[in-house]
């Protein structure tokens, strides 16, 4: 970053500093807000043909709640 930029956030305020960073930071994001990841893709289909071969093996959230509390 060159010193005119430098100086130039210096004298910005917090909220114009977070503005700066928001603007900055939507612009790294990827331009389509559905990009999954291959390996996400992968977990997501083994996931969903694991439940389709047996729907009953799941659990629901109020399960998954109680399992995860209990562990604690």
Do not use: C
Not at 6 to 34: G, M, S, V, Y
Not at 62 to 71: A, C, P, R, T, V
């Amino acid at each position: 970053m060159n010193a005119t930029l430098e100086k130039e956030i210096a004298t910005l305020n917090p909220d114009e500093k977070r503005r700066l960073i928001d603007e900055l930071w939507q612009q790294l994001e990827p331009a389509d807000d559905d990009y999954i990841s291959p390996e996400l893709l992968k977990e997501l289909e083994r996931r969903a043909d694991a439940y389709e071969a047996n729907p009953v093996g799941g659990m629901t959230l109020e399960q998954f709640e109680k399992k995860i509390i209990s562990k604690k």
